[in-house]
């Protein structure tokens, strides 16, 4: 089984099923290929039809987009239980899942994925914190709701911590003020091994993609390697 992946200091796309398949310790050979370089589509074009980030190759079986990845993994390897078992806060889970994958445009466009940088107030505005506000909801619920079977959104891990695990991220990168219940399920979901070994094979790249840096326009690294879409 492969992943193909984008920068992990930026792909929060690649970043969903990377961490669903370490935390359910399914064995894969992860592919990287980076974002913005002139050799990007022809690279992804090996791999994905759509030639986006990220791609799931399973023998024969080609699959793309982050939730149908994990739709595919959750039927492929049923014993993992990454859909949580009850009906009905499986149906919550599929729910919360497409309301991140689909919704928090203002999250996404202001506050993008950059897991070494150290912004606190960039991006901010009400839009902003509406969705912000949205999202620590969510978690306090689920927590409120499921905290007595474990320390994950629905007890035990799911796709569903996989998919807000990208804006654990972003929060901590902006310094984002969240509720007490809220800020402690983002500090739990950062101390994973598995998001900590993101964040440090993170911290090894080099590739500065201008374009993906509304609040930087230097590289913080003497090495870094400067890419223009």
């Known amino acids: 089984m492969k ?3 984008g920068n992990k200091n930026y792909s929060s796309w690649s970043l969903r099923p990377w961490l669903l398949l370490r ?16 050799g990007f589509a022809a690279q992804i074009a090996q791999y994905s039809p759509a030639g986006k980030v990220p791609t799931l190759v399973d023998g024969d079986i080609t699959v793309w987009d982050s939730l149908s990845i994990s739709e595919y993994l959750a039927e492929r390897f049923p014993e993992k239980a990454l859909w949580p078992a009850d009906p009905a806060a499986r149906a919550l889970a599929r729910s919360v899942c497409a309301e991140m994958h689909s919704g928090f445009a203002n999250v996404r466009n202001q506050l993008p994925m950059n897991v070494t940088a150290v912004l606190p107030g960039c991006g901010w505005n009400v839009a902003v914190q509406r969705e912000v506000e949205r999202i620590a909801a969510i978690w306090t619920d689920l927590r409120t709701r499921f905290g007595a079977e474990g320390p994950f959104l629905f007890g035990t891990f799911t796709v569903a911590d996989a998919f807000y695990a990208p804006v654990v991220s972003r929060f901590a990168t902006y310094g984002i003020h969240l509720p007490d219940a809220a800020k402690q ?3 739990f979901i950062l101390a994973l091994p598995a998001m900590q070994e993101w964040i440090a094979a993170a911290r090894e790249e080099r590739d500065f993609l201008a374009d ?5 326009t230097v590289p913080d690294h003497p090495d870094a390697i400067i890419i223009h879409h």
């Open 3 to 5: 992943l193909v992946i």
């Open 23 to 38: 935390q359910a310790g399914i064995a894969f050979e992860e592919i990287p290929v980076r974002l913005g370089t002139p």
């Open 185 to 187: 399920y983002a500090d």
């Open 212 to 216: 993906d840096e509304p609040y930087r």
